[in-house]
């Protein structure tokens, strides 16, 4: 089965800064991977989705993913973040697009800070 | 495109009370989801439907949760006899396919439990 590590529970940055958000999955086959933000109070929207094909992804509010076989890893990537990217970030696994039985399975999330 | 829908919004109830949240889906999206997403935590999903028909419940606490979507549309979630440890936010998601498919979420009801 597979499952999906996020390393950070917090991450602060200034606003203007890079950032980087850390995701570490475990599947013996090729994943399908996701970014989902979460506002305060809000559900969960997808950022961005890594399927097949390019291994660099590009999302919405100018958010790019990187997935990388060979760490098993998927960190999500803004070059400059704004106060209002502050939020909870969960990358996600799946294992099939086909087996009605799949499910994602998420992470715990990294809690993202911005200073002014 | 409505997104996904839920109501209530929060809820506060005793132990040993029930509760009930309603979901209704993107129109035209097949497969339903309800998850549990305790404070701190990633979501962790409680029961799929695909239609009306259950897909997966394989983590619903069957001695207290129950779940329907009966014209496979719409669905409910209850709880009887709400625990402590049932304060979470409920949320809902729908998806027009089944499989690791991206999946749409409604805002959640915050439930806690006294």
């Known amino acids: 089965a597979q499952s999906v590590t996020q390393p950070d529970i917090h991450i602060t940055v200034s606003e203007g800064a890079s950032l980087e958000l850390r995701c570490n999955y475990s599947?013996?086959?090729?994943?399908?991977l996701f970014w989902y933000v979460q506002s305060p109070g809000q559900g969960l929207q997808l950022l961005l989705k890594?399927?097949?094909?390019?291994?660099l992804v590009q999302g919405i509010k100018g958010f790019e993913a990187e997935f990388k076989r060979s760490q098993s890893s998927f960190n999500l990537r803004k070059p400059s973040v704004h106060w209002s990217d502050a939020a909870e970030y969960f990358c996600?696994?799946?294992?099939?697009?086909?087996?009605?039985?799949?499910?994602?399975?998420f992470g715990k999330g990294t809690r993202l800070h911005i200073l002014p | 495109e409505a997104g996904v829908a839920q109501s209530p919004r929060y809820k506060i109830i005793e132990k040993r009370q029930s509760v009930a949240f309603w979901c209704n889906p993107i129109s035209g999206h097949a497969t339903l989801y309800w998850y549990q997403q305790i404070l701190g935590q990633g979501p962790k999903l409680l029961i799929q439907f695909q239609n009306n028909g259950v897909v997966d419940d394989s983590q619903l606490p069957k001695d207290r949760f129950s779940a329907e979507r009966l014209k496979g549309v719409d669905s409910t979630l209850k709880i009887q006899p709400a625990k402590l440890e049932d304060s979470a936010v409920y949320l809902c998601?729908?998806?027009?396919?089944?499989?690791?498919?991206?999946?749409?979420f409604g805002p959640g009801t915050r439930l806690t439990v006294t």
């Open positions: 599947y013996g086959a090729t994943p399908y």
């Open positions: 998601a729908s998806s027009s396919r089944q499989g690791a498919h991206e999946q749409y």
């Open positions: 890594y399927f097949s094909g390019d291994t």
């Open positions: 996600a696994v799946g294992a099939s697009l086909l087996n009605r039985d799949d499910k994602i399975i």
